[in-house]
């Protein structure tokens, strides 16, 4: 479900509120793979299904980093923030792997607003994204986002 804000204004009555969650996505063999050419990581544990049977986790695990790009599919679907002429994509705070996802595991991501700054011509929101995994008590990845948001 997304939660629309009509102006970036509104983000300030938002605060230490829960703002919602993505779709569930499944990460599948292939996702992985894609991700390790784009970045050059073949580790085993992520691209060698038979070896990776042998290994700590039973089966190959997704890229904490792999887990880290979904936030940014993830976040449009959290929240919706309207009448801006741009947003942009600050940075990251507080970046935590808790639990290896593995594959044909399903996450989703929850967003909660931490934060929100005023800045130069516009607002900055901090938005906490849990990514969770479909049946695990701990969470694949959590990261402090933070978005500019100019408006109109």
């Not at 390790?36 to 038979?50: K, L, R, S």
Request: glycine share 10%; hydrophobic share 40%.
């Amino acid at each position: 479900m997304t939660t629309i804000f009509k102006t970036p204004l509104d983000l300030e009555a938002a605060v230490g509120t829960k703002l919602g969650e993505s779709e569930w996505l499944t990460i599948d063999q292939d996702r992985i793979n894609l991700f390790a050419d784009a970045t050059g990581d073949h580790q085993w544990i992520h691209v060698d299904p038979v070896k990776a049977k042998e290994g700590s986790f039973g089966t190959t695990i997704a890229h904490g980093y792999l887990t880290l790009s979904l936030v940014n599919m993830f976040l449009p679907e959290i929240v919706d923030v309207q009448g801006i002429s741009m947003g942009v994509n600050y940075g990251c705070e507080k970046i935590r792997f808790p639990s290896a996802v593995k594959v044909n595991s399903r996450v989703r991501g929850v967003g909660e607003l931490t934060q929100v700054e005023h800045v130069k011509g516009g607002v900055q929101a901090t938005i906490r994204v849990t990514v969770e995994i479909e049946g695990s008590d701990r969470p694949g990845c959590v990261v402090d986002t933070i978005s500019r948001y100019y408006p109109k």
